[in-house]
């Protein structure tokens, strides 16, 4: 979900030069590659976080920024979580898990308070170590 947000464009500028972005719009994925077209080692692809196209382990680091918040705007109450937004974050962070490859990192940057996400984020399943 990286949006229009620089933040790809910052990690370049860093030395960070081989970074994947993907977001679900089209028009925004088109409009990212037009404006940063200059960068050869940014890539875009139109993709669903809910079902990443990448291969199993094809990444040291995945990172994500406010877009799993998105999967919590309509949640009334953070304590009690509904069904239907614990299971899309459970099948977001089974595919996050799926492309990192072992000893990778996954970076959230939330909104949310640590105490709402941890319960996500520290499913057996993912094996993680939280930080």
Not at 16 to 31: E, G, L, Q, R
């Given at each position: 979900g990286c949006g229009n947000s620089a933040l790809s464009h910052d990690l370049y500028k860093l030395?960070?030069?081989n970074v994947t972005s993907i977001d679900f719009s089209p028009a925004c994925i088109a409009a990212?590659?037009?404006?940063?077209?200059?960068c050869p080692g940014l890539r875009w692809a139109v993709m669903d976080i809910r079902a990443l196209t990448f291969p199993d382990a094809s990444f040291d680091v995945v990172l994500e920024k406010?877009?799993?918040?998105?999967?919590m705007?309509?949640?009334t109450d953070p304590w009690h979580v509904s069904p239907q937004a614990a299971a899309a974050?459970?099948?977001?962070l089974a595919e996050v898990s799926r492309v990192l490859r072992p000893g990778g990192c996954?970076?959230?940057i939330t909104f949310a308070q640590p105490y709402f996400r941890k319960p996500h984020y520290a499913q057996e399943a993912f094996g993680w170590?939280?930080?």
């Amino acid at each position: 979900g990286c949006g229009n947000s620089a933040l790809s464009h910052d990690l370049y500028k860093l030395g960070y030069t081989n970074v994947t972005s993907i977001d679900f719009s089209p028009a925004c994925i088109a409009a990212m590659r037009a404006r940063y077209a200059h960068c050869p080692g940014l890539r875009w692809a139109v993709m669903d976080i809910r079902a990443l196209t990448f291969p199993d382990a094809s990444f040291d680091v995945v990172l994500e920024k406010g877009t799993l918040d998105v999967l919590m705007v309509e949640e009334t109450d953070p304590w009690h979580v509904s069904p239907q937004a614990a299971a899309a974050m459970r099948r977001v962070l089974a595919e996050v898990s799926r492309v990192l490859r072992p000893g990778g990192c996954f970076i959230s940057i939330t909104f949310a308070q640590p105490y709402f996400r941890k319960p996500h984020y520290a499913q057996e399943a993912f094996g993680w170590s939280l930080r």
